[in-house]
């Protein structure tokens, strides 16, 4: 069985469900996905002003 590949916007959309769904910490997401505190943040940001739209534009 192949590995599922995903995309980044796929990720995104992933790490704001998984934020939106409150089961884990900020930190716990970070981490899980890999990526730093200050763009967990941005995404977060990004994310209440603009919905998944804002979630198209580069870090």
């Known amino acids: 069985m192949p ?3 995903t995309t980044t916007m ?3 959309i992933e790490f704001i469900c998984e ?3 409150g089961k884990y910490t900020i930190t716990e ?3 899980s996905f890999e990526i ?3 763009t967990a943040y941005k ?3 990004r ?3 603009q919905g998944f739209e804002g979630l198209k ?3």
């Open 3 to 5: 590995w599922k590949s």
């Open 10 to 12: 796929e990720q995104k």
């Open 19 to 21: 934020w939106c769904a």
């Open 29 to 31: 997401l970070f981490r």
């Open 36 to 38: 730093s505190r200050p």
């Open 43 to 45: 995404l977060i940001s």
């Open 47 to 49: 994310f209440e002003k």
């Open 57 to 59: 534009k580069a870090l």
